[in-house]
């Protein structure tokens, strides 16, 4: 049965986190390291995890790491355009 959206919001099991981390080859953040937004989406996206403490987790995927890479090389090009101009 798929989760209503009020399911989906709420967070995940981390009895689960190594299922999804073997289903997405992404990578598994601490909650402290994402901004409200990314927490937001993946509550929707359900890749968000808790821990029985209280500790949350973002699992961020496969493709969200391929942006985050492309953007930094982006910023280094861009950075290193505006030293040689300079």
Same mark, same amino acid.
């Given at each position: 049965?798929?989760?209503?959206?009020?399911?989906?919001?709420?967070?995940?099991?981390?009895?689960?986190?190594?299922?999804?981390?073997? =289903? !997405?080859?992404?990578?598994?953040?601490?909650?402290?390291?994402?901004? !409200?937004m990314e927490i937001a989406f993946a509550r929707?996206?359900?890749?968000?995890?808790?821990r029985d403490d209280g500790m949350g987790f973002?699992?961020?995927?496969?493709?969200?790491?391929?942006? =985050?890479?492309?953007?930094?090389?982006?910023?280094?090009?861009d950075k290193a355009n505006e030293k040689d101009?300079?």
């Amino acid at each position: 049965m798929k989760p209503t959206t009020k399911e989906r919001r709420i967070a995940r099991a981390f009895s689960e986190v190594i299922d999804a981390l073997l =289903a !997405e080859r992404g990578a598994l953040v601490s909650s402290g390291d994402c901004s !409200e937004m990314e927490i937001a989406f993946a509550r929707v996206e359900s890749r968000f995890f808790v821990r029985d403490d209280g500790m949350g987790f973002v699992l961020r995927t496969r493709d969200w790491l391929a942006r =985050a890479d492309a953007a930094l090389f982006d910023l280094r090009i861009d950075k290193a355009n505006e030293k040689d101009e300079g």
